[in-house]
């Protein structure tokens, strides 16, 4: 069953977005028909509205925003990621694009957000470095996923690490009634605030935050879920990528994003510092410590995997939270595939790890 509690989390970044003064609107670019070829040029002074605050760092830190910018492209950065905090940028028309997981794409269309997602990239070896770990509450009884019977676990319908605990439930042999699951927004510590306060037996947290979390709390513990859960995208509201002016500047976006992320591969220490210190705070060993146990990030080289895994989760949350079903391939312009593929070149990830 689901327990719900009052977790509306304050999402400051949206709201000095949402209430800033407008800037004069720049006419909107032709219409670009979805089928169409993406355009080879951008027109001066078009604008790109990106919340993407780890891939504004690495490109500035690698110097790679320049291409951006030799290609007449102006980009408004906004400190916004995540499904909660896009969605509602891109109902008020503040946001072209966001970086996030999987989960955010299905709810936009759940809701009636129409979003496509134009950018991929995974982890080399997924299983092997984790993007979430399930921490135990100190004194709660878990040591693997069967114990999980019984317990209270935080959950975020729309977001990943709600997906995650419906899929840790299904691998554990579980429903939903075998467990409680507890209403909360996962944003900030929330989650490891309620595990402190033993307001929840179990919460999916970053793997990052799990040596802090031990530290925290005494007698608290984390395991594995074994589960693969390494998803990250950018998408953008449709009406972006049928903005011909845009849909140009997004090529240039995503092809300088993919060499983003393969430079962070070979300057791990440089990114440390441009994202986790600089951005997020950590001090040099944390900064440093969570780029090791983050892996390797590859760009695959095709899309299919990727969908294949989307259209599984979708599956799973139609069935487990009553939304209509839905066709994922709705949900990606693979236009941007070939980008992403040729700005990789042979370093692009194939096999089961993409």
Request: glycine residues 8%; proline residues 3%; negative net charge.
């Amino acid at each position: 069953m689901i327990k719900r509690t009052g977790t509306a989390a304050a999402a400051l970044a949206v709201a000095a977005l949402l209430t800033m003064s407008a800037c004069a609107e720049d006419e909107a670019g032709a219409s670009l028909e979805l089928t169409a070829a993406l355009p080879e040029s951008v027109p001066s002074g078009t604008v790109l509205r990106l919340g993407d605050p780890a891939g504004q760092a690495v490109l500035q830190r690698s110097g790679l925003d320049k291409e951006l910018s030799d290609a007449g492209v102006e980009v408004e950065w906004a400190n916004i990621s995540g499904g909660p905090q896009s969605i509602q940028a891109f109902r008020a028309d503040k946001l072209d694009c966001s970086a996030v997981a999987d989960i955010p794409s299905l709810f936009a269309a759940w809701t009636g957000t129409s979003t496509k997602i134009i950018y991929q990239n995974v982890t080399v070896d997924p299983l092997e470095f984790p993007i979430y770990q399930l921490g135990v509450a100190p004194g709660a009884s878990v040591a693997a996923l069967s114990d999980l019977r019984g317990k209270k676990i935080a959950y975020s319908a729309g977001q990943a690490q709600g997906a995650l605990v419906l899929r840790v439930l299904k691998e554990a042999g579980l429903t939903q009634k075998d467990v409680t699951l507890v209403e909360l927004t996962s944003t900030g510590d929330s989650y490891i605030t309620a595990l402190g306060s033993k307001a929840v037996d179990v919460a999916p947290i970053a793997a990052y935050q799990v040596k802090l979390y031990k530290a925290k709390y005494p007698g608290a513990t984390a395991i594995g879920t074994g589960i693969r859960d390494d998803a990250s995208t950018v998408y953008c509201l449709t009406t972006a990528v049928e903005d011909a002016d845009k849909a140009a500047a997004l090529k240039v976006y995503v092809a300088a994003r993919t060499r983003a992320v393969l430079w962070q591969n070979e300057h791990p220490d440089e990114y440390a510092k441009a994202y986790y210190q600089d951005v997020q705070g950590l001090n040099e060993a944390d900064a440093r410590a969570v780029v090791a146990i983050s892996g390797r990030k590859g760009i695959p080289a095709t899309w299919d995997n990727a969908i294949e895994r989307l259209q599984a989760t979708a599956d799973l949350l139609a069935a487990e939270q009553g939304h209509d079903k839905l066709d994922v391939t709705t949900l990606v312009d693979r236009r941007f595939e070939k980008v992403q593929a040729e700005a990789a070149g042979s370093q692009a990830v194939t096999g089961d790890a993409a």
